[in-house]
Every structure is written in structure tokens, then in C-alpha cells.
């Protein structure tokens, strides 16, 4: 596959229109995720979750994917138990990024589809976006929402945008 069509495929473009297409509406801003996805993990163990996420990773699929370092904290975590129970082999993640509030992921050996339908890609960049919490899906927890609003006062009137 071509690098344009790659870059298409895990772009947060292409996930946000899957995501939608079924019906999902944004329930929280990109910035509020992203705050709220770094302030519900554990600062002091970032490194600790990041070597532990690159172990997982190293051992279900052989390789380590670019960008594992800029996935927020709380979905580092969460990763490894999401994919876990899946056979990496086909899926060999070669990327990973977050962007607009979404978890990009390409994948070494994609295959587009051709009728628009989506793939056994599309469908696990599906279950991993609505999966890893918070998402921009669901309403982030009341304790959660009350974090950001002490921590992040910046982003206090995002936190009323979209529900």
C-alpha cells in the first residue's frame, strides 16, 4: 500500500468519519480528553507504563510501534489489556499517535477495502477508540470533570461545549 493511502487510513480524519458513521456523537472537546486522559494517570509512573507498554509490545508483536511515547498516560495503561486477547501478528501496529482526540494507528500490512466497507483494521482502530477511557465518546466521570475544572482553568468552558 502506497504511504498516502497508509497515512489516509490512520488518520484522525478516516476514524472520526468510522466513529460517526455509526451514529456516535462527541460528547467532550479534544482538549478536554487530553487533559483528562494526563491528569487521570499516575504523573510519577509515566516511564514505568511506558516501558511496560513497549514490553507488551515487543513480545505480542514483535515490534514496537513509532509514537508509542506521545499516547497519553491513562491510555498507555489501558493499551496492552485491549489488544491482549487479539492475534498481533496480522495487526502489526507500526504507529501510533493521538491526535484530535483519537488513537491513530497504522498498520504494517493494511489492506484497503475497496467497497468502502470497513476492514479487520478499521474495526479494531473501531473497538481501541471506544475502548481506551476517557474517549470523546463518553461523558468524562464527575470526579474526572471536577479534576479538570481545578487543575486545568483554562479549559473550564470547554468542559460545557458539547454535552
Known amino acids: ?41 499516575p504523573d510519577s509512573w509515566r516511564e514505568e507504563i511506558l516501558g511496560e507498554a513497549r514490553q507488551f509490545f515487543a513480545q505480542h508483536a514483535g515490534m514496537i510501534p513509532h509514537g508509542l511515547e506521545e499516547i497519553p498516560s491513562r491510555w498507555l495503561q489501558q493499551l496492552p489489556r485491549h489488544l491482549e486477547n487479539r492475534e498481533m501478528g496480522p495487526f502489526m501496529i507500526t504507529s501510533l499517535a493521538f491526535d484530535q482526540g483519537l488513537l491513530c ?51 473550564r468552558r470547554e468542559l460545557f461545549s458539547l454535552d
Request: aromatic share 6%; proline share 4%; glycine share 6%.
Open 1 to 41: 500500500m502506497k504511504p498516502a493511502e497508509i497515512a489516509r487510513l490512520s488518520s484522525a480524519g478516516h476514524i472520526q468519519a468510522l466513529l460517526l458513521a455509526c451514529g456516535l456523537k462527541q460528547r467532550i472537546t479534544p482538549a478536554i480528553l487530553a487533559a483528562a486522559a494526563e491528569l487521570l494517570g
Open 105 to 155: 494507528v497504522a498498520f504494517a500490512h493494511e489492506i484497503g477495502s475497496q467497497s468502502g466497507r470497513m476492514t479487520v483494521w478499521d474495526d479494531l482502530r473501531f473497538v481501541l477508540n471506544l475502548a481506551l477511557e476517557p474517549n470523546l465518546w463518553h461523558s468524562l466521570s464527575r470526579d474526572a470533570e471536577q479534576d479538570v475544572w481545578n487543575r486545568c482553568p483554562a479549559l
